[in-house]
């Protein structure tokens, strides 16, 4: 097989990526690519064959860190220090790939992103076009809300009783992110020539009740939904000391849960993995102890 190149190799999704490639045996060590801005992040991965490069998509020689790639997984960054940074990395990649002539471009998306509401989706959206305007052959997955993102949350509120959303009566089919990076993999090991979509969601789309529902089935603790407008949400949020720039970012969250932009629940996971995607109730049981704190 030609050499799989995973960028962000050192974060969570990208380590899981490359664990369930070693794990497939369908692609040997050595066809494995691991980048990532600081490569002495990824020695364990050299100490089993994979091999590792620079990849930094703020850098202008970002072409040669692709060459000899045939398929190119491009995780979306984490940068949002300013307006535009991380649309411009990801064209860049997208730009670079071509000049290297790497034969497939995959891409970590999110859910409906021309019309969601979160406030980075732009990214998203300006990325999958810049693809599909590239000419390259590409498969583009758009990833449900991770099931590990309610950690940011739930601990909090059971320690305090309440939780605080303006999600509404709104819908989110949480991925674990184990289940996205094997649908990932999957996908990244399989033979592929028409352009495609996935969304890598949970089976089912819940409300925040129902959530909350779960989680005081599993831990045995009282936990009040409460429900705000975004402006009462956002007015505890900066009287608890979130960061006022971090305060809108957070609020889009709701806000688009609440006009159903996370309401989209696939079997795409078990279709690229082979294997059905964890329901909530079974993630939950399994963190107990995180939930807890």
């Known amino acids: 097989m030609s050499k799989i190149l995973v960028s962000g190799a050192s974060g969570h999704l990208g380590r899981l990526i490359i664990q369930n490639l070693l794990e497939s045996g369908k692609v040997a060590p050595a066809d494995i690519v691991a980048g990532s801005r600081d490569t002495t992040k990824l020695a364990d991965l050299a100490a089993k064959g994979v091999e590792t490069r620079r990849v930094d998509f703020d850098d202008a020689n970002l072409a040669a860190a692709f060459s000899g790639i045939d398929r190119l997984l491009v995780i979306s960054t984490d940068v949002l220090d300013r307006p535009g940074h991380r649309i411009g990395q990801h064209r860049a990649a997208v730009a670079a ?52 993102n309610l ?69 045995g603790k009282s936990l009040a939904v409460v429900h705000l407008t975004d402006e009462q949400l956002a007015g505890g949020m900066k009287a608890a000391g979130v960061p ?35 329901d909530l109730k079974s993630f939950l049981v399994t963190n107990k102890a995180t939930l807890l704190g």
Not at 159 to 178: D, I, L, P, Q, V
Not at 213 to 218: G, I, N, T
Not at 260 to 269: L, Q, R, S, Y
């Open 151 to 219: 950690f940011m949350s739930l601990p909090h509120a059971l320690a305090s009783g309440s939780w605080y959303t303006s999600a509404g009566k709104g819908r989110n089919a949480h991925a674990a992110r184990a289940d996205i990076a094997g649908a990932i993999a999957g996908a990244l090991v399989s033979e592929a020539s028409a352009n495609a979509v996935y969304n890598l969601t949970g089976p089912a789309a819940l409300t925040t009740d129902e959530i909350a529902a779960l989680v005081r089935e599993v831990t």
């Open 97 to 148: 790939a071509k000049a290297a002539g790497v034969g497939r471009i995959y891409y970590t998306s999110m859910i409906n992103p021309e019309t969601s509401l979160v406030s980075f989706a732009p990214d998203h959206a300006g990325t999958e076009q810049a693809i599909r305007e590239s000419g390259l052959a590409y498969t583009i997955f758009r990833n449900a809300w991770y099931m590990e």
């Open 244 to 278: 006022e720039p971090f305060v809108p970012v957070l609020i889009s969250f709701d806000a688009n849960a609440r006009e159903g932009g996370f309401d989209v629940a696939t079997k795409d996971i078990e279709t690229l993995s082979g294997k059905a995607s964890q």
